[in-house]
């Protein structure tokens, strides 16, 4: 048995063609797709990308390994502790250790431990290619090593291997020899030019006026990420950026697939594709960012290819967590789950049956401080800290089967949807926190420590480029709501 996991970061699946997009963004993608199971309502419980792995190999959800944020305390996961043993939890029961349990041989190219400092992504690995340029490479640089080491091991019995590609990532960095295959195609319409005009009325970083987070600067080095986006024909530049890389990428992962069919062993391969998160591409006024709780953010795809096992093309609609990962896969080889897991297994899914939850709490603490549930159609948002997003107010509401991109808040006209959502909320923290093995939700670590990482310290910087920007009523509005962030610095 062998097992090529993909992981590509950034990945929101509406931007896949097997998912329904109208540009063909994906055809290696779509084909693995069209051999296995297909999930649409699979979501990471943590996002953005450090909090999201932890929990995707820990098999914890962020509250309880403590790996919330991107900085600070809440940027590690907790140590075990009293109790540890020899080695620590990560490394016995995380998902790497657990196929090494299962007879594996575990190898990865991939950055990210040291683009994050995040060293316990390596525990379990037999095998450590680290391409060397903390996720900034673009596939074309991430794809000679897996060739290179799949010409070497392909036809070896048990390994598993994971690879991490970033080109939907930004900056946006396809080369530019690979041209630009969706220019003369629609892209997407619900961003209107009306939609366009509030967002750059409106604070956002990573917002329309100031797509670089805090201001408009362009980078030569990467002509395709936009500064500023002023209306909606203008958006292309957005869209066509974030499509390239995606497109750019798959046609690197039907390199690797074919070399496996080369090589006489795809069809004993299992194939599993996702992703850490998505990407709000206009969404909440946000552009070419994944700062968010939301459906656009913490939605991602999911698609497993197993021989023997998967029915061809199927479509599971149900809702799982990535931590669900982990126990599936210690389910699908008869290992026993741990004590300290928090998915659950959905193997009958992979074998074309029911395996649903019935809700969803997902959390984002690096760019804003929200926790969010999603039960049936709806999307109940919590603000704790705005992150200087200034217009959005402390529940948001969504029905996203009619308003998939958000953009028509609904909490003021259903307040007794907003009650059943902030309760989903409340009892599963309270449920986390009694089986946590510590007293601290670390979201609150967040806030003590004076915030999300990727806002404290800079709302003067923001202050300043608003007013510089015409929009000096925010200016004074983000002085009134984070005064904290201009104490000492008066005279």
Request: charged share 25%; proline share 6%.
């Amino acid at each position: 048995m062998r097992i090529l996991f993909l992981d590509l970061d950034t990945l929101r699946p509406d931007h896949l063609s097997c998912y329904g997009y109208p540009r063909s963004t994906s055809p290696n993608i779509d084909s693995v797709a069209a051999e296995g199971v297909r999930f649409t309502g699979y979501h990471c419980s943590d996002a953005p990308c450090l909090p999201s792995r932890a929990a995707l190999f820990s098999g914890r959800f962020g509250i309880h390994n403590g790996a919330v944020g991107h900085g600070d305390t809440a940027g590690d996961m907790r140590v075990d502790g009293p109790g540890r043993g020899f080695q620590d939890y990560i490394a016995r029961n995380g998902l790497v250790g657990t196929l090494r349990k299962a007879g594996f041989r575990t190898a990865t190219v991939s950055p990210f431990g040291e683009r994050h400092g995040s060293w316990w992504f390596y525990a379990g690995f037999n095998e450590i290619v680290n391409t060397g340029k903390c996720g900034n490479e673009t596939a074309g640089e991430i794809e000679p090593a897996v060739m290179d080491w799949l010409s070497r091991n392909a036809k070896e019995d048990n390994w598993f291997l994971h690879v991490n590609f970033w080109d939907p990532h930004t900056p946006y960095r396809s080369p530019a020899e690979f041209g630009d295959p969706f220019a003369d195609e629609p892209y997407p319409d619900w961003l209107t030019d009306e939609i366009v005009a509030q967002h750059r009325s409106e604070p956002h970083p990573h917002g329309a006026r100031e797509i670089d987070m805090f201001d408009n600067r362009i980078s030569p080095a990467f002509p395709r990420m936009p500064g500023e986006t002023f209306n909606a024909a203008d958006a292309r530049r957005m869209f066509d950026g974030y499509d390239c890389g995606i497109r750019y990428m798959d046609g690197k992962i039907g390199r690797i697939l074919q070399l496996l069919k080369d090589e006489g062993v795809y069809e004993d391969t299992a194939v599993i594709i996702t992703s850490d998160h998505g990407e709000n591409l206009g969404e909440l006024g946000l552009y070419a960012e994944h700062a968010t709780a939301d459906e656009i953010t913490c939605r991602v795809p999911m698609i497993i290819r197993w021989p023997g096992l998967t029915p061809r093309g199927h479509v599971d609609n149900g809702f799982h967590y990535q931590i669900d990962l982990l126990p599936t896969l210690a389910d699908l080889f008869r290992l026993p789950e741990h004590k300290w897991w928090d998915g659950q297994s959905y193997l009958a899914a992979l074998q074309g049956g029911e395996a649903s939850r019935e809700k969803l709490v997902i959390s984002q603490c690096a760019h804003v401080c929200q926790r969010s549930a999603r039960f049936g159609n709806w999307l109940y948002m919590r603000t704790i800290h705005d992150g200087f997003h200034l217009t959005w107010p402390r529940e948001m509401l969504f029905d996203l089967a009619a308003d998939p991109h958000e953009v028509h808040n609904l909490a003021a006209e259903r307040p007794d949807l907003c009650a059943q959502g902030a309760k989903i909320i409340l009892d599963w923290q309270e449920e986390q926190m009694a089986s946590s093995p510590s007293d601290v939700d670390p979201l609150w670590t967040v806030m003590r420590e004076g915030g999300p990482y990727h806002a404290r310290g800079s709302g003067e910087i923001y202050a300043n480029y608003l007013r510089e920007t015409e929009r000096a009523e925010w200016a004074d509005e983000l002085r009134r709501r984070h005064p904290e962030e201009f104490r000492g610095r008066e005279g």
